[in-house]
């Protein structure tokens, strides 16, 4: 169980690496976010149809790759269930590595952020070994996430042993050596807590369940579900909304408690996501005529957001722009 007593600084998580920047989960925003001073670079992890975990938010590739505009793998476009939700789109068990490395990276959210697509094009995916291969070379904590871990597991493609061969490949297998292991569901992380001592991060939302199931993510949040948690896990990572609930006029409320009763049952708080534009904000925080064109993405408060919550005593903040994070928290 982590130690949460005395003053700390809370760590800066990258996002998808310095995602504000640079197209997410590419070597070009993990590199960004450690120039900028992250703490941790995050991963989330899919399988390749030949079994290497390479860093994607989502399997489903359609939005972050050009692959779209590949004719040779037009047909590969299919519909599938995932998580119990149909998909549409080109997913990363469907390619091997080799053709995987033959797309480009593209921005997301081009509407948002416009500037990142100047970088559309000109980056690999890259693999969840050459991730943690640049967290070594710089000195900065690595933040894997398993994304839709039952789903894969149920396709042959396992992401937990390949996740710890590689985090053992390089060094990073005990629990001083800044790692958080971090899934939606709950079952896989008990299991990876009889596998290794790497910290643990239970992530939740409100109105959620793990898709594995047992209990749901607001019973999680008790005081009950959070010892039950402590069990498995040395944290907890959670939605902004959870620590700080945002009413129906998008206005912010009081606190919930939760960071409080979280660090009673001995579990760190690590809160998602810090991100500038005003579309992510809550009302308080939101800058400039909401009639002009540009509203939705122009810069808001997010420092004064994030004052906030490291007011509060979260241990950690995931942040799109570590820049900004590093320079509220210092």
């Not at 980056?123 to 070379?137: G, H, K, M, W, Y």
């Amino acid at each position: 169980m982590t130690d949460t007593s005395g003053p700390r600084r809370p760590l800066v998580i990258a996002h998808r690496g310095a995602s504000a920047l640079r197209p997410e989960h590419t070597l070009a925003a993990y590199e960004t976010a450690i120039a900028l001073g992250a703490d941790y670079i995050e991963p989330d992890l899919v399988a390749t149809k030949d079994h290497v975990l390479v860093a994607r938010h989502e399997n489903d590739i359609t939005d972050t790759t050009d692959v779209a505009a590949r004719p040779e793998f037009a047909a590969r476009r299919t519909t599938k269930i995932i998580d119990g939700r149909a998909h549409t789109g080109w997913f990363t068990e469907d390619f091997t590595l080799a053709e995987l490395r033959t797309l480009r990276a593209i921005e997301r959210l081009p509407d948002l952020r416009p500037a990142n697509t100047a970088f559309d094009g000109l980056a690999q995916i890259p693999t969840f070994a050459e991730v943690v291969r640049l967290a070594c070379e710089h000195g900065v904590g690595v933040y894997p996430e398993t994304k839709h871990p039952t789903y894969f597991t149920e396709l042959g493609l396992p992401l937990e042993e390949p996740m710890l061969d590689t985090l053992s490949r390089y060094g990073r297998q005990h629990e001083t050596d800044q790692v958080f292991l971090q899934s939606f569901e709950a079952g896989n992380l008990r299991e990876l807590r009889k596998r290794s001592r790497l910290p643990i991060i239970q992530l939740m939302y409100r109105g959620g369940r793990p898709y594995d199931g047992g209990p749901g993510y607001d019973a999680m949040m008790t005081p009950e579900g959070l010892a039950e948690v402590a069990g498995y896990a040395d944290g907890i990572g959670v939605e902004a909304g959870c620590v700080l609930p945002i009413g129906p006029d998008q206005r912010v409320g009081e606190p919930s408690g939760l960071v409080e009763r979280a660090h009673a049952a001995g579990l760190q708080v690590h809160i998602w996501t810090l991100r500038n534009e005003n579309a992510f904000l809550p009302a308080d925080h939101r800058r400039g005529d909401p009639g002009h064109p540009a509203y939705a993405r122009a810069h808001g408060d997010p420092a004064g957001w994030l004052c906030r919550f490291v007011d509060l005593g979260v241990d950690g903040v995931f942040a799109d722009d570590p820049g900004l994070a590093r320079a509220v928290i210092g």
